[in-house]
């Protein structure tokens, strides 16, 4: 168990947050709130990433409040979101966890590590089998890993956002059009992630353009690298037409930033390119050259589309905190509905209904898959472009460019099968 003062410390990070503003209670809602935690870095090198994320859940859970709570037997109750502060490490995170669970919350929110995810699901297998009249669901929103959904599936797991082999495939739809494309650099983060998006590069360049030749294959310390300009002075030396990284946050901020300044041309495939900094960092020589694989983007052609985004942006209208993802918000809606089709709040009964969860907002759909618990969703891959171009009419973050929507993969065709052996209570 953490010391004392940690577990002070952490607690006295929770935010209770209920509709529209905090210590707010929906006039329908009735008894405790439902605690949910957010396991998060909240501080150091990725807090940028964190507080993002905080943003988003804290709009989903204002959502859910706002129409009066969690409809459940004995009357309605709202949700309730707690921060706890992972510092960017494994150690920290399962501090975190404890404290959450002593502090009564039976669902885990993570994301922004497959490293800490993969930690945390391992500590809540232990848990839920030592005390399960103190279980716990985990819910991620970010950490794509495959193996997380294969070969180290957990039923107290569910992931809501694509694997990163799913995102590969998506960026190699458009990639394999791309005739005039001959060498490519692979570039990552040196964690289980970033060896597992580079992985699968190979081995779909070898699968759907052996052709295109591989000239540099490297990866780097996680969130610790200040300095890229040596990364990129070696891709431009390489002679690659193009970048893949799965790199997110600083990293990925400071890699194209370090291209652009040593004068390198080339396409950037990515998977988190279109956010946190990374369309203001390139500028113009990010036009046409930066491709970027989500769930939603943006500047999707539908109006259910613009208005989710218009409804972010009056929700937070200040431009460094436009970081708005769709599958944070249908996660928080499956949720709800899994609470309430089960007519309870234990870890148990919510997460058999979670397996079946179906959800649409704004037009945009998913369902968890119950053999493995991968959410299938459609998947967008969007090329940078100035703002009021063709396509765009968003930017990101206020920098001028936005994402224009060159590919639309319905859920069928992005969905991928699992290897997973699922050990059900």
């Given at each position: 168990?953490?010391?004392?003062?940690?577990?002070?410390?952490?607690?006295?990070?929770?935010?209770?947050?209920?509709?529209?503003?905090?210590?707010?209670?929906?006039?329908?809602?009735?008894?405790?709130?439902?605690?949910?935690?957010?396991?998060?870095?909240?501080?150091?090198?990725?807090?940028?990433?964190?507080?993002?994320?905080?943003?988003?859940?804290?709009?989903?859970?204002?959502?859910?409040?706002?129409?009066?709570?969690?409809?459940?037997?004995?009357?309605?109750?709202?949700?309730?979101?707690?921060?706890?502060?992972?510092?960017?490490?494994?150690?920290?995170?399962?501090?975190?966890?404890?404290?959450?669970?002593?502090?009564?919350?039976?669902?885990?929110?993570?994301?922004?590590?497959?490293?800490?995810?993969?930690?945390?699901?391992?500590?809540?297998?232990?848990?839920?089998?030592?005390?399960?009249?103190?279980?716990?669901?985990?819910?991620?929103?970010?950490?794509?890993?495959?193996?997380?959904?294969?070969?180290?599936?957990?039923?107290?797991?569910?992931?809501?956002?694509?694997?990163?082999?799913?995102?590969?495939?998506?960026?190699?739809?458009?990639?394999?059009?791309?005739?005039?494309?001959?060498?490519?650099?692979?570039?990552?983060?040196?964690?289980?992630?970033?060896?597992?998006?580079?992985?699968?590069?190979?081995?779909?360049?070898?699968?759907?353009?052996?052709?295109?030749?591989?000239?540099?294959?490297?990866?780097?310390?996680?969130?610790?690298?200040?300095?890229?300009?040596?990364?990129?002075?070696?891709?431009?030396?390489?002679?690659?037409?193009?970048?893949?990284?799965?790199?997110?946050?600083?990293?990925?901020?400071?890699?194209?930033?370090?291209?652009?300044?040593?004068?390198?041309?080339?396409?950037?495939?990515?998977f988190y390119g279109n956010a946190l900094g990374a369309p203001a960092a390139l500028?113009?020589?990010?036009?046409?050259?930066?491709?970027?694989?989500?769930?939603?983007?943006?500047?999707?052609?539908?109006?259910?589309?613009?208005?989710?985004?218009?409804?972010?942006?009056?929700?937070?209208?200040?431009?460094?905190?436009?970081?708005?993802?769709?599958?944070?918000?249908?996660?928080?809606?499956?949720?709800?509905?899994?609470?309430?089709?089960?007519?309870?709040?234990?870890?148990?009964?919510?997460?058999?209904?979670?397996?079946?969860?179906?959800?649409?907002?704004?037009?945009?759909?998913?369902?968890?898959?119950?053999?493995?618990?991968?959410?299938?969703?459609?998947?967008?891959?969007?090329?940078?472009?100035?703002?009021?171009?063709?396509?765009?009419?968003?930017?990101?973050?206020?920098?001028?460019?936005?994402?224009?929507?060159?590919?639309?993969?319905?859920?069928?065709?992005?969905?991928?099968?699992?290897?997973?052996?699922?050990?059900?209570?």
């Amino acid at each position: 168990m953490p010391l004392p003062s940690r577990r002070q410390a952490i607690r006295a990070c929770a935010l209770a947050l209920l509709p529209l503003a905090v210590g707010a209670q929906p006039r329908s809602a009735t008894g405790a709130p439902i605690r949910v935690a957010l396991i998060e870095s909240l501080s150091g090198s990725f807090a940028n990433t964190g507080e993002a994320v905080f943003r988003n859940i804290v709009w989903a859970m204002e959502r859910v409040n706002a129409r009066g709570g969690v409809p459940l037997p004995g009357g309605a109750k709202p949700l309730q979101l707690a921060r706890y502060d992972s510092k960017g490490t494994n150690e920290e995170a399962l501090s975190a966890l404890r404290a959450a669970i002593d502090d009564g919350a039976h669902f885990v929110l993570q994301g922004n590590s497959s490293a800490t995810a993969a930690a945390l699901i391992e500590a809540i297998n232990k848990h839920n089998q030592r005390e399960p009249g103190r279980r716990v669901v985990f819910l991620n929103y970010s950490a794509v890993d495959p193996a997380l959904t294969n070969d180290k599936c957990s039923f107290w797991h569910f992931r809501f956002d694509a694997h990163a082999d799913m995102r590969m495939a998506a960026l190699m739809d458009v990639m394999r059009e791309d005739r005039a494309l001959k060498s490519v650099y692979l570039i990552g983060q040196d964690y289980s992630f970033g060896q597992a998006v580079l992985r699968e590069a190979r081995r779909q360049l070898a699968a759907q353009r052996p052709d295109v030749a591989v000239v540099g294959d490297e990866l780097h310390p996680v969130g610790r690298v200040k300095d890229f300009a040596p990364y990129a002075v070696k891709i431009k030396a390489s002679g690659a037409q193009a970048v893949i990284t799965g790199n997110w946050g600083n990293d990925l901020t400071l890699l194209v930033k370090a291209a652009r300044e040593v004068g390198y041309d080339g396409m950037f495939y990515t998977f988190y390119g279109n956010a946190l900094g990374a369309p203001a960092a390139l500028g113009d020589a990010g036009v046409g050259k930066v491709v970027a694989v989500a769930d939603w983007l943006p500047n999707l052609p539908t109006k259910g589309s613009e208005d989710f985004y218009r409804a972010f942006r009056a929700r937070f209208p200040q431009p460094q905190d436009d970081y708005v993802h769709m599958r944070m918000q249908l996660m928080v809606e499956a949720l709800a509905q899994a609470m309430q089709q089960a007519g309870s709040t234990d870890a148990l009964p919510v997460a058999r209904a979670l397996e079946h969860a179906s959800v649409t907002l704004y037009g945009q759909a998913g369902r968890m898959r119950a053999q493995d618990h991968q959410f299938q969703q459609p998947l967008v891959v969007g090329v940078m472009d100035r703002l009021d171009a063709p396509g765009v009419k968003f930017d990101v973050e206020g920098s001028g460019y936005g994402f224009r929507v060159v590919r639309q993969i319905p859920a069928d065709k992005a969905q991928m099968p699992s290897t997973c052996r699922m050990q059900r209570p």
